[in-house]
């Protein structure tokens, strides 16, 4: 017997990418440098050795993109402007090139008829703003008004769909303090000024867009993760708690009129010396900026145990029983539930997306072209059934974002990961829908799916 999976007629279908991870024409037209432009540059950080410089070429090939999202029956596209394409120092000079491509890529979304929203910062700071101090301070936060301001006096005629920052917690703790995202450093303080300062810049952003873009909704996009104990043992779940802490409070606590959670500014304080001298009157108001909506990039949970740690934080790891993806990440749907009812019944935000879920595999094209990622496909079918099962219980969930269109540089994994629903020869830059891509067309079309 199926089963019906059946979504609202508002509900929001789209596909999700970053600008340095497809658009390639790293110093093309005036662009300016970013961090991952110098960390890709640098030897050792990237696993194969690649860059962005190319990627998937998206800055040449827009159109044939946007007429393949048509195609597959997206109704919204989530993308993010590089900030050194179109403040090629972060501040100052405007490169009207650059603003000309983004508004180029706007409208011919609106013309197939694919909701724009806009992510002004995927990770990618420029290069310039990080010699000067990068997000560990303030004037970081200053610039970044400064380059929203831009943006949207140019944008927001049409975009009517804001997200600040992806993942702040990525940028402060993978890029400032684990050191293997961009910019490589490594310095827990660090870690702690970026955060703050992070989540400052989108408390002082969101006016801005509100006056540059009337009527828009704006949000910020977090990847909280839900937290479970090892084991039942005092010192796991003290670990758990922690981890929930850093991963999910942190962010969470003063974005909802919370502050910073006292727990963990004292273990930073006490364990690791890191002193909280940086926050200034009025700052917690600003970052407790009433939004729209809260996006949620989720992809699995996370197992805390507290005999294997790393660097003074708890780790993660996974239950080997389950399947797990080519990234190494426990699929386990439930989690998204789990955690979607977590932040709806302690946080309320206004509505919830999910602004990124998937996973990698690498299914290559057979010998007639066809590329059968039945796991890929099997994984979206699973979480979006635990997305509705979410909504059932009184979640606001707007809508859903597949990771990613297209395949492409991932990161500090270079080309050796595979996220995309479409397929990308790096070589010739074909581009081939998998059939997640024909599945999720198929979804999109009928507002749902059935199950067994």
Request: hydrophobic content about 40%; overall charge negative.
């Amino acid at each position: 017997m199926t089963h019906r999976i059946a979504f609202p007629d508002s509900f929001l279908w789209g596909a999700a990418t970053a600008a340095y991870q497809i658009e390639g024409a790293f110093d093309a037209d005036g662009k300016g440098e970013s961090v991952w432009d110098r960390f890709c540059a640098t030897p050792g950080t990237i696993l194969d050795g690649s860059t962005g410089e190319v990627a998937c070429d998206h800055y040449h090939r827009w159109e044939q993109d946007l007429d393949l999202m048509q195609a597959l029956g997206l109704t919204a596209y989530r993308f993010s402007m590089a900030w050194t394409r179109v403040l090629p120092t972060g501040s100052g000079r405007v490169n009207l090139a650059g603003l000309d491509f983004y508004d180029r890529l706007v409208d011919g979304l609106l013309q197939r008829g694919i909701r724009p929203f806009v992510t002004l910062n995927h990770w990618d700071t420029p290069q310039a703003l990080h010699d000067a101090g990068g997000w560990p301070a303030r004037r970081t936060a200053e610039a970044f008004v400064e380059y929203t301001d831009v943006v949207s006096q140019r944008l927001g005629d049409r975009v009517k769909d804001w997200i600040t920052h992806n993942e702040p917690w990525c940028v402060a703790f993978l890029g400032h303090y684990l050191g293997i995202h961009a910019p490589g450093v490594r310095d827990l303080a660090s870690a702690a000024r970026s955060v703050h300062h992070l989540l400052l810049s989108h408390g002082w952003a969101v006016p801005v867009l509100r006056r540059n873009s009337p009527g828009a909704r704006v949000g910020i996009t977090l990847n909280p993760a839900e937290v479970v104990a090892a084991s039942p043992s005092q010192a796991d779940l003290w670990a758990t708690n922690l981890e929930d802490g850093i991963r999910n409070r942190l962010f969470l606590d003063p974005l909802y009129h919370r502050g910073y959670p006292v727990d963990v500014i004292e273990h930073m304080m006490e364990r690791e010396q890191v002193a909280f001298d940086y926050v200034e009157a009025g700052d917690m108001d600003a970052i407790a900026v009433s939004t729209d909506f809260l996006g949620v990039n989720y992809y699995s949970r996370t197992i805390a145990r507290a005999d294997n740690t790393v660097d003074n934080l708890p780790p993660v790891i996974t239950a080997e029983e389950n399947e797990h993806t080519e990234m190494g990440w426990e699929v386990y749907a439930p989690g998204l539930y789990n955690l979607l009812c977590r932040l709806h019944f302690d946080y309320r935000p206004a509505s919830m997306i999910i602004t990124e879920n998937g996973a990698s595999y690498s299914d290559a094209p057979d010998a007639v072209g066809r590329v059968a990622d039945a796991r890929r496909t099997s994984y979206i079918r699973d979480y979006l059934a635990e997305a509705r099962r979410a909504m059932d219980a009184g979640v606001p969930l707007d809508g859903y974002f597949v990771w990613s269109f297209l395949d492409n540089f991932e990161w500090s994994f270079g080309y050796q990961q595979r996220f995309g629903i479409v397929w990308v020869d790096y070589e010739t830059q074909q581009r081939l829908p998998k059939d997640s891509a024909l599945w999720y067309r198929d979804v999109i079309a009928n507002n749902g799916f059935d199950t067994a």
